[in-house]
């Protein structure tokens, strides 16, 4: 169980989820699950390769993709550069670029996906 007060679960809104889903899967090489539980109800889901956070990309009306709220960071250990290659690519902006986070914590970079969100990316190496 996490701690008390730990982020579980996260969603990026989105104006058009098919266009997000493909940007998404092509920037992180990897095929998100579509998920629905009534036809108006649809998410792509990150998938999780051990227990722990993840989240997905949501179309709601009382949600708008944009800048004006937090940055959820992506884990991409060990692939932060192919990572970021592949996002201007695949329709998104690079905003910070690759950049050492002091103390050994790893690397990091933000970019804007077609939607309008600020994304971060987090490496260790």
Do not use: Q
Request: charged share 20%.
């Amino acid at each position: 169980m996490p701690p008390a007060n730990a982020i579980t679960w996260f969603e990026l809104p989105t104006a058009d989820l098919a266009r997000a889903a493909k940007f998404y899967e092509t920037v992180l090489n990897r095929k998100l699950i579509e998920y629905a539980e009534e036809p108006d109800d649809v998410m792509h889901l990150f998938p999780a390769d051990v227990a722990g956070l993840t989240g997905a990309l949501i179309h709601r009306t009382f949600m708008k993709p944009g800048s004006g709220g937090a940055v959820v960071y992506l884990n991409v250990d060990g692939d932060i550069d192919g990572t970021i290659e592949r996002i201007p690519r695949a329709g998104g902006r690079m905003l910070i670029p690759r950049t050492k986070i002091p103390g050994g914590m790893g690397v990091y970079a933000c970019f804007r996906d077609p939607e309008g969100n600020v994304v971060g990316l987090h490496s260790s190496k």
